[in-house]
């Protein structure tokens, strides 16, 4: 068989896909119900040092640590950390989702994460300055995502994703929130 006369197939690793299906009844929903709130949970218990195991549903739990330098012991994530990793993995889902509800079948979506905090009041034991900012003073997301439309289309999504993303919104405005003893 000559070369001319083979046919080459050229295999295309899309993302695990979305149930589509799926996708448009939970739309639908939200479309017949738009003001509706649900509560999630989850229990955080210190296992001791700074080692916390934090539970979700019936998840295995998720483990939180702090580096060596903030005196962990480098075991997982520390919770700022995890918050650019809750961040990146809401806008993935964002993007995944409504590349799916457009027709789009992805093969490449990475998010690159990077955030300034001022860690110099050590949990409330360090520099106390009242003027002092606590938190993320800026966060940075760069999306990389391929698939079987345009780069502009993409883009597109990425965007539309920013804007309804949950976790992003709440990082962009405040939010009621009430600490107090059990």
Known sequence: MSASAETVT??????RPIDSNGLVALGEK???????V?????????????????????LQPLLIDE?????????????????????????????????????????RLELQLEGDINVTAVWGTGDLD???????????????ADGDAPKSVIDEIIAHSNVWSP?????????NLLVEPA
């Open 167 to 175: 976790v992003a919104n709440t990082l962009r405005r405040n939010v």
């Open 130 to 144: 009242p003027g002092k900012e606590l938190g993320f003073t800026d966060v940075r997301v760069k999306i990389s």
């Open 10 to 15: 050229a295999s295309i690793n899309y993302l």
């Open 67 to 107: 580096p060596p330098h903030l005196l962990g012991e480098n075991n997982a994530p520390n919770p700022s950390e995890a918050v650019l990793a809750t961040l990146g993995a809401c806008l993935a889902v964002g993007v995944h989702a409504n590349a799916t509800a457009r027709g789009v079948k992805l093969t």
């Open 30 to 36: 939200g479309k017949s119900n738009p003001d509706a």
């Open 38 to 58: 649900v509560t999630l949970k989850a229990k955080t218990v210190c296992e001791g040092q700074f080692r916390m195991q934090t539970y979700v549903r019936d």
